[in-house]
């Protein structure tokens, strides 16, 4: 069996900004910068090379007490994979999670989602249950997944090094800096192209568009009253910087202002020996 390698196609970083070129993906990338997954996605340790090798070289399952451990040596030092341990470094809160759904909840997850094809047969059950829970706000137990997937491929014969990025992230968390290796792996990343090639239409595309579900659409809604309150808050501080202005002005003596007393601002006579400043328009 050949050694194994890097699959320069598998734990991509995620892209979750949003160029113009995700104008029509807004709302999808609002609900994975939300949710539980999103530090998974996104985290983008410096990934060595030698390390990597090290722990897939000597790489072995054990179950102690009842629970299945993954543990490689790095630099000499054990290194042990847990869920626990998965799930603390990759803050996912998944500890309550499902590990599969029943065949009748995925059918009719998938119809919710509008599938009408045989595409999903494509999908593994778990990963099937993984879309939809994560579609439907249900939690699903990432954490075991990605253990049982490693496992699974170390028992298979691993040809390739899989999952190097959330590797690094473990190994850095239990053994500290690795800073001292030199040779790093250039991990990919899915960039602001991802959406030009998403919006490519098949010759099998039905073209009927599956709205997101409501509690998809919970952080988008937040997210524009949070940019109302600071639209405000900048207001707020561009008239008491007008108004400092405004006294500065007057104790300098630029203005002299003859002022009818009671009557509104809009009446008041100014005579300006120098230029006043404008009232910002908000």
């Given at each position: 069996?050949?050694?194994?390698t890097?699959?320069?196609?598998?734990?991509?970083?995620?892209?979750?900004?949003?160029?113009?070129?995700?104008?029509?993906?807004?709302?999808?990338?609002?609900?994975?910068?939300?949710?539980?997954?999103?530090?998974?996605?996104?985290?983008?340790?410096?990934?060595?090379?030698?390390c990597?090798?090290?722990?897939?070289?000597?790489?072995?399952?054990?179950?102690?007490?009842?629970e299945?451990?993954?543990?490689?040596?790095?630099?000499?030092?054990?290194?042990?994979?847990?869920?626990?341990?998965?799930?603390?470094?990759?803050?996912?809160?998944?500890?309550?999670?499902?590990?599969?759904?029943?065949?009748?909840?995925?059918?009719?997850?998938?119809?919710?989602?509008?599938?009408?094809?045989?595409?999903?047969?494509?999908?593994?059950?778990?990963?099937?249950?993984?879309?939809?829970?994560?579609?439907?706000?249900?939690k699903?137990?990432?954490?075991?997944?990605?253990?049982?997937?490693?496992?699974?491929?170390?028992?298979?014969?691993?040809?390739?090094?899989?999952?190097?990025?959330?590797?690094?992230?473990?190994?850095?968390?239990?053994?500290?800096?690795?800073?001292?290796?030199?040779?790093?792996?250039?991990?990919?990343?899915?960039?602001?192209?991802?959406?030009?090639?998403?919006?490519?239409?098949?010759?099998?595309?039905?073209?009927?568009?599956?709205?997101?579900?409501?509690?998809?659409?919970?952080?988008?809604?937040?997210?524009?009253?949070?940019?109302?309150?600071k639209?405000?808050?900048?207001?707020q501080?561009?008239?008491?910087k007008?108004?400092?202005?405004?006294k500065?002005?007057?104790?300098a003596?630029?203005?002299?202002?003859?002022?009818?007393?009671?009557?509104?601002?809009?009446?008041?006579?100014?005579?300006?020996?120098?230029?006043?400043?404008?009232?910002?328009?908000?």
């Open positions: 069996m050949s050694s194994p890097f699959a320069k196609t598998h734990n991509l970083i995620a892209y979750l900004e949003k160029p113009t070129e995700s104008k029509r993906f807004a709302q999808i990338i609002d609900f994975l910068n939300a949710s539980s997954v999103k530090y998974a996605l996104i985290a983008s340790p410096t990934t060595y090379t030698s990597i090798k090290q722990f897939w070289t000597s790489v072995k399952v054990k179950t102690v007490n009842d299945v451990r993954i543990q490689a040596l790095v630099d000499g030092k054990r290194v042990n994979i847990k869920e626990s341990s998965i799930r603390r470094t990759l803050r996912l809160d998944d500890d309550e999670g499902t590990s599969c759904l029943t065949n009748i909840e995925i059918f009719e997850g998938l119809a919710k989602m509008g599938s009408k094809t045989t595409s999903w047969n494509k999908f593994s059950n778990t990963m099937a249950s993984a879309i939809i829970c994560l579609a439907t706000n249900q699903f137990n990432f954490s075991r997944y990605i253990q049982l997937s490693l496992v699974k491929n170390i028992k298979a014969g691993v040809p390739f090094f899989m999952f190097p990025r959330f590797v690094q992230l473990i190994i850095n968390h239990q053994l500290g800096d690795m800073a001292h290796y030199k040779e790093i792996f250039d991990t990919s990343s899915l960039t602001k192209k991802v959406f030009a090639n998403m919006k490519r239409v098949g010759t099998r595309f039905s073209r009927e568009v599956t709205p997101l579900f409501d509690n998809m659409l919970v952080q988008a809604l937040e997210e524009v009253g949070t940019d109302i309150a639209i405000k808050r900048k207001e501080k561009t008239r008491q007008w108004t400092r202005e405004q500065e002005y007057t104790r003596g630029n203005y002299q202002a003859k002022v009818n007393i009671g009557q509104p601002w809009s009446t008041h006579k100014m005579t300006k020996s120098s230029k006043y400043p404008k009232q910002p328009k908000c």
